[in-house]
Structure formats: structure tokens, C-alpha cells
């Protein structure tokens, strides 16, 4: 059995899985068949439908619901208010049956930011950065700094959050951490000694 902490206003259903040293709090919702990792804050009126998955160490703040065909991988942080999708072309009238749910998988370390809202069917790279309101429509690389309706990348972020600027050498060193990185080609940045 998990050591975990639920608030007694939240709904936690039996099947659901949640790991050692979680937080659920207030009104939130994690349905049968989810998957919550170890030492996950889900913040005030979250919901997390059967066959979402989430991993060790996020962070999903208020007013988020991460629906089926979500996985997000370690470390992952969901700022206020954002939103997941699971279907591209919803119709009322025509609804599309679960088997058809477009998947959307968010790498290790990746950040969503406020209000922003990310349309099924892609992937988030790892440590990508998401400004707050945008709409990301399409696969995002991994530090990308993503911004705008529909989102753009408008620089790197540093695994450890910070942007990063590119010198003329392709190299960028964080200021913050001393993490360094080499721009491969306009739409890669690696990592040094990785």
C-alpha cells in the first residue's frame, strides 16, 4: 500500500495508482486505471483520467486536467490553468471512441506554463520550456523555448529553467548553473560531455 497524503475533499478511485509521498489536494480527481508517480503534488481541482500516466517528482498546479492518452515523464511541471487535449477534431454529436484518442507524451524535466494549451498528438522534449498562453501545435526539441499563438521557438532553456544565449561558436553556457551547450544545427542543442 502507498504512503501518500489526499486532502479529504479530494476523490482518489479504487485502481487508481499513486506513489509514496504524494500530494492530492483540494478537489482534485484521479480516476481508476491512472498512474501517479512518487513524491507528485497535484494541486487544487486537478483531474487525471484512466490511462494517464504520470511520473516521479511533477508538479501539476491548479485548475489542470491531464486526460487519457497523456503520459508525462519525470520532473515534468504544469503551471495553472493549462490544458492537455486527446482528440484533434471533437465533435458533440460524433464522438470519437477512446481507442482513437491521439497520445501526447511530455519528456523528463519539460515546463508548461500558465494557460497554455498543448493540442494532442505530440511530444514535448525534455527540459523544453513552454511559455505561459501558448498554443504549441506541433513536436517540440528538447530545451526548446517555445512562445506565441500558434507557439514558436524563440531561443533554449537550460535543463536547469534558465534561457540561454548562443554565442557566434554555437556554444551556450548557463549563466545560472554553468551547464554548457552546443547548438548542432538550428534545431538542436545538446548538451556538452553527454
Not at 494541486?43 to 503520459?71: H, L, M, P
Not at 495553472?80 to 491521439?102: C, G, I, K, L
Request: overall charge negative.
Amino acid at each position: 500500500m502507498s504512503d501518500y497524503f489526499t486532502h479529504p475533499s479530494a476523490i482518489v478511485d479504487d485502481g487508481a495508482q499513486i506513489g509514496d509521498g504524494t500530494k492530492i489536494w483540494h478537489f482534485a480527481h484521479v480516476m481508476a486505471g491512472a498512474s501517479v508517480g512518487r513524491n507528485v503534488s497535484l494541486g487544487q481541482n486537478v483531474f487525471v483520467a484512466d490511462g494517464a500516466s504520470i511520473g516521479d517528482d511533477c508538479k501539476i498546479q491548479n485548475n489542470v486536467a491531464v486526460y487519457r492518452g497523456v503520459t508525462l515523464e519525470d520532473d515534468v511541471f504544469c503551471g495553472p490553468s493549462m490544458v492537455f487535449t486527446n482528440v484533434r477534431n471533437p465533435r458533440a454529436a460524433f464522438p470519437t471512441p477512446e481507442e482513437r484518442y491521439a497520445t501526447t507524451l511530455v519528456r523528463r524535466g519539460a515546463t508548461i506554463g500558465a494557460n497554455a494549451t498543448i493540442v494532442c498528438g505530440i511530444t514535448i522534449g525534455g527540459s523544453a520550456f513552454i511559455a505561459a498562453g501558448a498554443v504549441v501545435t506541433r513536436d517540440v526539441a528538447s530545451n526548446a523555448l517555445m512562445a506565441g499563438v500558434p507557439a514558436r521557438r524563440i531561443g533554449w532553456a537550460c535543463d536547469c529553467g534558465q534561457a540561454l544565449t548562443v554565442g557566434g561558436d554555437g556554444v551556450a553556457a548557463c549563466l545560472h548553473c554553468g551547464r554548457r551547450y552546443r547548438e548542432t544545427d538550428r534545431e538542436t542543442l545538446e548538451l556538452e560531455g553527454r
